[in-house]
């Protein structure tokens, strides 16, 4: 390849990187959008199936159809606590559920709490 063939493609992919961050088009900022999305779930996917076993995955993908804001919280820690090395192999069922567990203490505590505050909101008056 040529020094000029190269600076063209260099020049090209310059001008299509500065089009797309000065949000070039709306359908370019919408695929680029929907493309960070599909990275992000698939980086989300890689994550979980290195930590979790498959009985484990197929609880939490069932949990995310009765209750997806709870499956997407524990999902969201158990990425967290990949990424942070929490995780030290592959968690099973039993030990997805240990965690599923303490998410649905916290939640209630949390509940709880909000409930409380609210009831003192409405005495006070």
Sequence with gaps: MEDADLEEIRAKRLAQLQSEYRGGSDIGNQKGAEERKREQDEMKNTILTQVLTQSARARLNTLMIGKPEKGQMV???????????????????????????????????????????????????
């Design 75 to 125: 999902e969201n820690m158990l990425i967290q606590m990949a990424r942070t090395g929490q995780i030290m192999g592959k968690l099973g069922e039993s030990e997805l559920i240990n965690i599923l567990e303490k998410v649905s203490e916290q939640m209630q505590r949390n509940t709880t709490v909000k409930l409380h505050e609210e009831n003192n909101m409405f005495e006070c008056d």
